[in-house]
């Protein structure tokens, strides 16, 4: 990807040609408009500041934070807000194609804000397809096998390397039940996720060594959050394994409900070092949003709003946040990016029951990174109690 230009005028560039695009790009022809919920919660966020909005509402806030955190200044990102001026108005004439937003929220007028009834709205009507998408999945013990990995699953396989990125939710079978009771449970687990080593399984099929490192953030429901950039890991070869350094994890602290997050695995190609503050902050920012996001997962005014919906559970709705966040930071990933090579990022949940389970044992498990031409790698986890 070099070549590519890391400045407020480059980005503004990127976002404006990214918005006028003429033909649906990939992500725009295979998602659901329910992935793009906190996509278009940003864009009407940042049009509505442009348009003098002193106050947003929180999910508009909680949207925008993710452009604020790329953008230099205040100039930069009231930039943003022009184009996502333009957009609204390309999409209130049927014009707009970069991505699938529901016109429930792009063809709200900029006086109008996004609120959380207006969320809950849009959840009951675009949650049950949204989940049904191949790129998301849950997982439950008896998928795990007893070297750690996942059991294959090809559908999911096939999309998320389309995608190069998947959603998976780890939980137990009866969590999975839509009509087990969503209370939290009492008192709190403490639970540490780290890195152990990953494994090249094939480089990329670029000329040159391949500098391989990775990102993440994480965070749960009692507002522990982790987030952290790796130093490259050298030349990495086919079949070559290393080990993560002891610190940080990609989780430690307390959990009542759930644990969350987003890791991603990069080629690393020269890059400067304000395109990795920009990534730390971006990282910050996904620990920071999954701690609210499990926070408010189960949340008796929450689940009031959204109504019971067949089929979703609490479970479900931990999918339905977190593939909006990771659908939000795909996009933003993929416009702002300097040099490096995006190779997959994928979206992880844990529920509490299942993660203590984990840690009680010491257990290890298994992720895999496919970004097909662009790296296979594979990353072992362990969770533990201590």
Same mark, same amino acid.
């Given at each position: 990807?070099?070549?590519?230009?890391?400045?407020?005028?480059?980005?503004?560039?990127?976002?404006?040609?990214?918005?006028?695009?003429?033909?649906?790009?990939?992500?725009?022809?295979?998602?659901?408009? +329910?992935?793009?919920?906190?996509?278009?919660?940003?864009?009407?966020?940042?049009?509505?500041?442009?348009?003098?909005?002193?106050?947003?509402?929180?999910?508009?806030?909680?949207?925008?934070?993710?452009?604020?955190?790329?953008?230099?200044?205040?100039?930069?990102?009231?930039?943003?807000?022009?184009?996502?001026?333009?957009?609204?108005?390309?999409?209130? @004439?049927?014009?707009?194609?970069?991505?699938?937003? !529901?016109?429930?929220?792009?063809? #709200?007028?900029?006086?109008? &804000?996004?609120?959380? *009834?207006?969320?809950?709205?849009?959840?009951?009507?675009?949650? #049950?397809? %949204?989940?049904?998408?191949?790129?998301?999945?849950?997982?439950? !013990?008896?998928? /795990?096998?007893?070297?750690? %990995?996942?059991?294959?699953?090809? *559908?999911?396989?096939?999309?998320?390397?389309?995608?190069?990125?998947?959603?998976?939710?780890?939980?137990?079978?009866?969590?999975?039940? !839509?009509?087990?009771?969503?209370?939290?449970?009492?008192?709190?687990?403490?639970?540490? /996720?780290?890195?152990?080593?990953?494994?090249?399984?094939?480089?990329?099929?670029?000329? +040159?060594?391949?500098?391989?490192?990775?990102?993440? +953030?994480?965070?749960s429901d009692m507002e522990a959050k982790?987030?952290?950039?790796? &130093?490259?890991?050298?030349?990495?070869?086919?079949?070559?394994?290393?080990?993560? !350094?002891?610190? &940080?994890?990609?989780?430690?602290?307390?959990?009542?409900?759930? $644990?969350?997050?987003?890791?991603?695995?990069?080629?690393?190609?020269?890059?400067?070092? *304000?395109?990795?503050?920009?990534?730390?902050?971006?990282?910050?920012? /996904?620990?920071?949003?999954?701690?609210?996001?499990?926070?408010?997962?189960?949340?008796?005014?929450?689940?009031?709003? $959204?109504?019971?919906? &067949?089929?979703?559970?609490?479970?479900?709705?931990?999918?339905?946040? $977190?593939?909006?966040?990771?659908?939000?930071?795909?996009? #933003?990933?993929?416009?702002?990016?300097?040099?490096?090579?995006?190779?997959?990022?994928?979206?992880? +949940?844990?529920?509490?029951?299942?993660?203590?389970?984990?840690? @009680?044992?010491?257990?290890?498990?298994?992720?895999?990174?496919?970004?097909?031409?662009?790296?296979?790698?594979t990353v072992t986890i362990q969770f533990?109690?201590?």
């Amino acid at each position: 990807m070099s070549g590519i230009d890391f400045t407020p005028e480059a980005r503004v560039a990127r976002f404006r040609e990214w918005v006028n695009v003429r033909s649906a790009p990939l992500s725009a022809s295979v998602l659901s408009n +329910g992935s793009n919920i906190l996509l278009g919660a940003a864009m009407h966020g940042m049009a509505r500041r442009a348009g003098g909005a002193a106050e947003l509402t929180e999910i508009e806030r909680m949207s925008v934070q993710f452009f604020d955190a790329m953008a230099q200044d205040e100039a930069e990102a009231s930039q943003y807000g022009e184009i996502c001026l333009e957009a609204k108005a390309l999409a209130r @004439s049927g014009r707009f194609v970069a991505a699938k937003i !529901p016109l429930s929220i792009m063809g #709200l007028p900029e006086d109008v &804000p996004y609120t959380e *009834e207006r969320f809950a709205e849009d959840f009951k009507e675009l949650a #049950l397809e %949204t989940l049904a998408q191949p790129h998301i999945r849950a997982v439950t !013990p008896d998928q /795990i096998l007893e070297d750690g %990995t996942v059991a294959a699953d090809e *559908e999911y396989d096939a999309a998320s390397t389309l995608l190069r990125r998947g959603v998976t939710v780890f939980a137990d079978a009866q969590d999975l039940d !839509p009509d087990a009771a969503a209370d939290a449970l009492p008192n709190w687990a403490w639970i540490r /996720i780290k890195p152990v080593q990953f494994r090249c399984v094939h480089k990329s099929h670029e000329v +040159g060594k391949d500098e391989v490192y990775f990102t993440w +953030g994480f965070g749960s429901d009692m507002e522990a959050k982790v987030s952290h950039r790796t &130093p490259e890991f050298g030349s990495v070869k086919n079949g070559v394994v290393r080990d993560f !350094p002891q610190n &940080p994890p990609l989780f430690s602290g307390y959990t009542n409900k759930a $644990i969350a997050g987003h890791m991603v695995c990069w080629e690393a190609d020269h890059s400067n070092s *304000e395109w990795y503050d920009k990534l730390r902050r971006a990282m910050r920012e /996904i620990a920071d949003k999954s701690a609210h996001m499990t926070k408010v997962t189960g949340d008796r005014n929450v689940d009031f709003l $959204i109504g019971l919906i &067949p089929a979703v559970g609490q479970v479900g709705e931990i999918q339905f946040w $977190i593939e909006n966040i990771a659908n939000l930071v795909a996009r #933003l990933l993929d416009l702002f990016r300097n040099h490096d090579d995006k190779v997959v990022e994928h979206s992880y +949940g844990w529920n509490r029951n299942l993660a203590e389970s984990l840690a @009680s044992k010491n257990s290890t498990m298994t992720l895999d990174f496919n970004g097909g031409g662009g790296g296979h790698h594979t990353v072992t986890i362990q969770f533990a109690k201590s």
